[in-house]
C-alpha cells in the first residue's frame, strides 16, 4: 500500500491500515471460516473493534464493544445458532 492509499479515510483508514496487513484483509482470511452469516458479521465486528482500538482514541470504548460483539457470538454459539449440520462444538 502507497503513501497515497494509507491517507485515503474513506478506501483506507489510518485506523485500519497499520503494519504489514490492512485490517480488512486479515478480517477477511479469518471470517471466510464462520459457519454462517451471523456468526461471521459478529466475528467480524469484535475483530474490527480490536484491531482498531489502539489508533481511534478511545480504547475502552473500542474494547467494550468488541467485547459485546464476542459476548454475544459465544451466546450464539453455546445455543447452537450458527453451527452448521454436521459440524460439532469442541468444549477445548
Avoid at 489510518?14 to 480488512?24: D, L
Avoid at 459485546?68 to 454436521?86: H, M, Q, S, T, V
Wanted: glycine share 8%; charged share 25%; hydrophobic share 35%.
Amino acid at each position: 500500500m502507497d503513501a497515497q492509499q494509507k491517507g485515503d479515510p474513506v478506501n483506507h483508514p489510518s485506523h485500519y491500515t497499520t503494519g504489514n496487513q490492512e485490517a480488512i484483509d486479515a478480517i477477511e482470511d479469518v471470517v471466510k471460516f464462520a459457519p454462517s452469516p451471523i456468526t461471521g458479521t459478529l466475528q467480524w465486528q469484535a475483530l474490527k473493534y480490536l484491531f482498531r482500538m489502539w489508533h481511534k482514541g478511545k480504547p475502552l470504548e473500542d474494547a467494550k464493544k468488541a467485547a459485546w460483539y464476542l459476548n454475544r457470538l459465544i451466546d450464539k454459539l453455546e445455543k447452537g445458532d450458527g453451527i452448521l449440520a454436521g459440524q460439532t462444538q469442541s468444549q477445548d
